[in-house]
């Protein structure tokens, strides 16, 4: 077996034992998928009828839900990050070392399992939002693509997250400086509200910003571009005019810096 297979492998059994985790704790993944319901329902029924100039709310549900999915996909991603620091926090690390595997399998590891995490949440929210009066108006094959940009752009977060687990002390840590950092990230986007209610340099802000453009994709390959979204669509930026090919750009540009410098991190976390 060659080294990539046998890391890939070793991967696959860390992956394994944090998804066993969720199994044991399943409060984890209780807490994680009512979060992003309470969002849908609050901001379809409290600001729905507000903001659609439609009325009743029903345009503003489809306009919602690729925001709703982007910003859940992204703050899952703390989960890396707190994953990390937590086993460093054990001695977990230190445990791996001792065991004759490729080191980069325990980073690979932990941000496949929470891409597994994110589908599991994704098929929550999808049914939520069905109740709604969300509904997809593309075939089988776009809106599945919708929803492997949400995942790519999380797993390339997820690694953001990870060099920042193994920098701080602990998960608290973590949970507060993301919260701090992907809230007005995500906020500052066409997450929630029509670009054209933005002022002038919150709103350029917002067009280039990454969020922007995977909600874009999104709403885009599910075919919710209707209603309030058409007010998005004023937006000639370069961003958004190619959602996908800017947001897969973004991904690998994350994964390329934020890769390596977790792996420095790890070793560094692993020699002391």
């Known amino acids: 077996m060659n080294a990539a297979a046998t890391m890939l492998a070793d991967a696959s059994v860390v992956a394994k034992r944090n998804l066993i985790k969720i199994k044991r704790v399943p409060d984890l993944l209780v807490f994680t998928t009512l979060s992003p319901i309470m969002f849908v329902l609050l901001f379809a029924y409290v600001f729905g009828g507000a903001i659609d100039p439609t009325g009743g709310g029903a345009g503003y549900r489809e306009f919602l ?47 496949l399992s929470d891409v597994v995490n994110n589908v599991i949440v994704l098929v929550v929210m999808s049914l939520t939002g069905l109740l709604v009066g969300w509904r997809i108006h593309t075939s089988f094959l776009e809106a599945l693509a919708g929803f492997g940009v949400l995942l790519v752009f999380a797993y390339a977060f997820s690694w953001v997250m990870a060099w920042i687990g193994l920098l701080v002390p602990s998960p608290e840590v973590v949970n507060n400086a993301s919260f701090i950092v992907i809230f007005p990230v995500t906020f500052l986007a066409n997450t929630f509200v029509p670009l054209d209610t933005l002022p002038g340099p919150l709103r350029v802000f917002a067009e280039w910003n990454p969020v922007s453009a995977v909600t874009q994709a999104a709403r885009e390959l599910f075919g919710n571009t209707d209603a309030v979204a058409a007010a998005t669509q004023s937006s000639q930026a370069w961003s958004l005019q190619h959602p996908v090919l800017y947001t897969l750009i973004w991904s690998v540009v994350v994964i390329a810096v934020f890769g390596p410098l977790a792996g420095r991190r790890y070793r560094r976390a692993a020699s002391r």
């Open 65 to 111: 839900m690729a925001g709703i999915f982007a910003q859940t996909v992204i703050f899952g991603a703390t989960n890396t990050g707190a994953g990390l620091a937590e086993d460093v926090k054990k001695g977990i690390i230190e445990r791996f070392r001792s065991l004759p595997m490729a080191p980069s399998a325990v980073l690979t590891g932990r941000t």
